[in-house]
C-alpha cells in the first residue's frame, strides 16, 4: 500500500506487526497483518507513505536511507490513555489504600508544580520515560496549576507529539496548595483550550480529579465546559476502591451510584474517559455503554493500592458492551513499560476466570487505545497515511527473552513473551512523526 503525494525520505526494515481489528470481535486470525521481513516508507512530513513486504518494495524508494532492524518487531507506538505527570517520582510510593496514598505522596508533590521551573524540568524527564518504553501518546493528567498544563503541552509539541491533558480541576478535600475554585478552575481550563486544543497534535482534556475532590458546583461549571467545547475530551477517575465509592454515597446521597454523579452532571459521552471501573453495577455499565463512554483499565495500580480486580468480561457483556482502554496510570501504577501493564492485565484476568490473548493485549495498547481516542485516522497502526509512531522491539533483549524465542512457534507466542518478560529492556527504539526519538 502506497501514498505517492508526499515526498519519501527513509526506510524501516524489520518484522512488521500491523493491528487491523480488535481481535475479541473480529477473531484472532482476522485481526493482525505480519511480515517476518518487512518495511516501512516514512515520508519528510513523518507519516507513513508505504508499508508492505521488502521484497515488493517500489523501485522508487530501494536507494533511500534505511534504518535496519533486522528480525526485530516494528509496531505502532504504544498509547497510553491515563498516566499523571507530576506523579512521575513517587512510583512505589506506598499506602494504605487509595485516599492514603493521595494524601500522604500525591498531593505534596503535585504541589512543586506550581513552579514552571521544577514542571519544566519535570517534563523532560517524564516524556523521556515515555520514549524510552515505547509509548508515543497519551491522555495525561497534570496537577491543579495552569502552569503544570501549559508546561507538558509546550515540551510535547516541541517533540511533535499526540499529546492530550488537561490542568486538574479539584476544590476540595486536599491541601489548600492543590485546591482551586469552581471559577478559577473553569477559568483557567478555558483559557487552556483557546492556546492549546488543536495546535498541531496537541488536544485538551477537562479533567476533574474525580468526584471526592469536587464540589456540585465545581461538577457543574465542569459539565457546561465539556458541553461548551465538545471537541475536548473528559477524563477522570471512577470506581476504583471500595474507600472511595463509600465516600462519593456520602458525599452525594442523592446519586443511583457514582457513575450517577458524572451523568447527573452531564459527563459522560463519546469523549468521556473513566480509569479504573473496578466495581460497577450492571446499571452503571449499560449507561457508561449507552453514552460511548470509554473506561480505562490500569491493572498495576490496581494491584499496588489493592483496589480490585478489573473485570473484562464483566464490561464486554454484547448487550451493554463499554469501550475498553489499558493504560499504566503512572505514578500509583508501577511501571512506565506498557508491556508490563500488558502482563498485569493478563493476570488480572487470568484470577477474575478471564482470558486475554497477546492479540488482545498489543491491540488494546496500540489500534484499540486510539479507536477509544478517536485518534485511529492519526495513529494507533502501520497504514500509510498515519503519522509514523512507532516502536522497535527486540524479542531477544535480555537472556531470558533470547531463551524463550528459542521454543516460540509464532508470532503470537512472541508477543506474549514480551508482555509477560519484556520491560524497557526491549525497546529498541521509538520513533514519533518518523523521528528517531530513543534508542536502546
Known amino acids: 500500500m502506497t501514498n505517492i503525494d508526499q515526498q519519501a525520505d527513509k526506510i524501516l526494515r524489520g518484522a512488521t506487526v500491523n493491528f487491523k481489528a480488535n481481535p475479541r470481535v473480529s477473531g484472532q ?39 535496519d532492524y533486522e528480525d526485530k518487531l516494528i509496531l505502532p507506538g504504544f498509547i497510553d490513555p491515563h498516566i499523571h505527570f507530576p506523579q512521575n517520582r513517587i512510583l512505589a510510593a506506598p499506602g494504605k489504600d487509595l485516599l492514603d496514598w493521595l494524601n500522604r505522596f500525591t498531593f505534596p508533590e503535585e504541589a512543586r508544580y ?6 519544566a524540568k519535570a517534563a523532560e524527564f517524564f516524556l523521556d520515560r515515555l520514549f524510552a518504553n515505547g509509548t508515543t501518546s497519551s491522555l495525561a493528567f497534570c496537577s491543579v496549576h495552569k502552569v503544570c498544563a501549559d508546561t507538558l503541552f509546550a515540551a510535547a509539541e516541541k517533540r511533535g507529539m499526540a499529546m492530550i491533558t488537561g490542568k486538574t ?42 468526584a471526592v475532590t469536587s464540589t456540585d458546583a465545581q461538577l457543574q461549571l465542569t459539565g457546561d465546559l ?17 474507600g472511595e465509592i463509600a465516600t462519593v454515597q456520602k458525599q452525594f446521597p442523592w446519586s443511583k451510584d457514582y457513575t450517577d454523579v458524572y451523568d447527573h452532571f452531564n459527563l459522560l459521552g463519546e469523549n468521556s474517559f473513566f480509569a479504573h471501573g473496578i466495581h460497577l453495577s450492571d446499571r452503571e455499565c449499560a449507561r457508561l455503554s449507552e453514552s460511548g ?5 490500569c491493572p498495576t495500580s490496581n494491584n499496588f493500592l489493592g483496589s480490585g480486580l478489573f473485570d473484562i468480561d464483566h464490561l464486554g457483556k454484547a448487550e451493554r458492551p463499554v469501550g475498553v482502554g489499558v493504560a499504566t496510570d503512572v505514578g500509583g501504577g508501577t511501571s512506565y513499560s506498557m508491556l508490563q501493564t500488558l502482563g498485569e492485565a493478563y493476570k488480572v484476568a487470568m484470577l477474575k476466570g478471564r482470558k486475554i490473548t497477546a492479540y488482545d493485549a498489543f491491540y488494546l495498547a496500540t489500534l484499540g487505545n486510539a479507536k477509544q481516542l478517536k485518534l485511529d485516522k492519526e495513529i494507533g497502526s502501520l497504514d500509510p497515511g498515519k503519522f509514523a509512531d512507532i516502536v522497535v ?48
Not at 175 to 197: F, M, S
Not at 293 to 297: E, G, I, N, P, Q
Request: charged share 25%.
Open 393 to 440: 522491539l527486540d524479542p531477544k533483549s535480555t537472556p531470558v527473552l533470547a531463551s524463550r524465542q528459542e521454543v516460540s512457534e509464532t508470532l503470537e507466542d512472541v508477543l506474549f513473551s514480551l508482555m509477560i518478560l519484556g520491560d524497557d529492556r526491549a525497546v529498541s527504539a521509538t520513533y514519533v512523526a518518523g523521528k528517531c526519538v530513543y534508542k536502546g
Open 226 to 242: 465539556y458541553k461548551d467545547n465538545p471537541n475536548c475530551l473528559m477524563q477522570t477517575h471512577l470506581s476504583e476502591s471500595a
Open 114 to 119: 506550581c513552579s514552571a521551573e521544577y514542571a
Open 293 to 297: 463512554s470509554t473506561v480505562v483499565h
Open 169 to 210: 480541576m479539584m476544590d476540595r478535600f486536599a491541601p489548600d496548595n492543590v485546591l482551586d475554585t469552581p471559577e478559577t478552575g473553569a477559568r483557567d481550563t478555558q483559557e487552556l483550550i483557546k492556546k492549546w486544543h488543536g495546535k498541531g497534535r496537541l488536544k485538551y482534556a477537562i479533567t476533574p480529579r474525580f
Open 29 to 67: 486470525e482476522n485481526s493482525v497483518s505480519y511480515e517476518a521481513k518487512g518495511a516501512i516508507v516514512i515520508s519528510t512530513s513523518g507519516h507513513i507513505l508505504w508499508q508492505g513486504a521488502f521484497a515488493n518494495l517500489p523501485t522508487e524508494f530501494k536507494e533511500l536511507p534505511c534504518d
